[in-house]
T-cell receptor, first 114, second 110 residues
Framework: DAGVIQSPRHEVTEMGQEVTLRCKPI?????LFWYRQTMMRGLELLIY????????DSGMPEDRFSAKMPNASFSTLKIQPSEPRDSAVYFC????????????FGPGTRLTVT | SQQGEEDPQALSIQEGENATMNCSYKTSINNLQWYRQNSGRGLVHLIL?????REKHSGRLRVTLDTSKKSSSLLITASRAADTASYFC??????????FGKGITLSVRP
């Protein structure tokens, strides 16, 4: 298996632009997680899905952030409009189930908003 | 919060020495996991220990869990330069979410 795939790996955009991050989880995994990592705040869980259904989005910072999982093999995290404070590395992870199973992380998308 | 907090924040050792990293947490957990992150990469799962387990081994890794003290330790024996990375503990509680600590930066000098 190729592991969790994320695209793009790097994204540089101007403030106010829409940003879409993409993730393909490991085939057969039922849970998908979006995290954000910064030096100041560490690794934060933004949202997670079980069987394509959003279960907990309490970590989504504000309405500018939205996430979808239209099918078992694809998820997006969208930021609209983007702001400089959104600059971070965004990770997607998947696991067989939620509830403390080991998670497999993608390589991350480094987002820079100028 | 049940967030794990690692100690020390940074550790520098000589190749061949053992590295011990600690993690403390605040509320009851179902399990605790350790992850490694190399610079510029995603996290990689190392080991999981359940709340009813006290010790677990995997290769050169040894993890202990003391639920009475709400703490865990990760021991890497006979360290190698390739072990240089950040190490995170992560806890799972009743809400089923994995909560990560801020991480420990381990440097192994050749």
């Amino acid at each position: 298996d190729a592991g969790v795939i994320q695209s793009p790996r790097h994204e540089v955009t101007e403030m106010g632009q829409e940003v879409t991050l993409r993730c393909k989880p490991i085939s057969g995994h039922n849970s998908l997680f979006w995290y954000r990592q910064t030096m100041m705040r560490g690794l934060e869980l933004l949202i997670y899905f079980n069987n394509n259904v959003p279960i907990d989005d309490s970590g989504m910072p504000e309405d500018r952030f939205s996430a979808k999982m239209p099918n078992a093999s694809f998820s997006t995290l969208k930021i609209q409009p983007s702001e400089p404070r959104d600059s971070a590395v965004y990770f997607c992870a998947s696991s067989f189930l939620a509830g403390g199973y080991e998670q497999y992380f993608g390589p991350g998308t480094r987002l820079t908003v100028t | 919060s049940q967030q794990g907090e690692e100690d020390p924040q940074a550790l520098s050792i000589q190749e061949g020495e053992n590295a011990t990293m600690n993690c403390s947490y605040k509320t009851s957990i179902n399990n605790l996991q350790w992850y490694r992150q190399n610079s510029g990469r995603g996290l990689v799962h190392l080991i999981l220990i359940r709340s009813n387990e006290r010790e677990k081994h995997s290769g050169r890794l040894r993890v202990t869990l003391d639920t009475s003290k709400k703490s865990s330790s990760l021991l890497i024996t006979a360290s190698r330069a390739a072990d240089t990375a950040s190490y995170f503990c992560a806890t799972t509680g009743a809400n089923s979410k994995l909560t990560f600590g801020k991480g420990i930066t381990l440097s192994v000098r050749p």
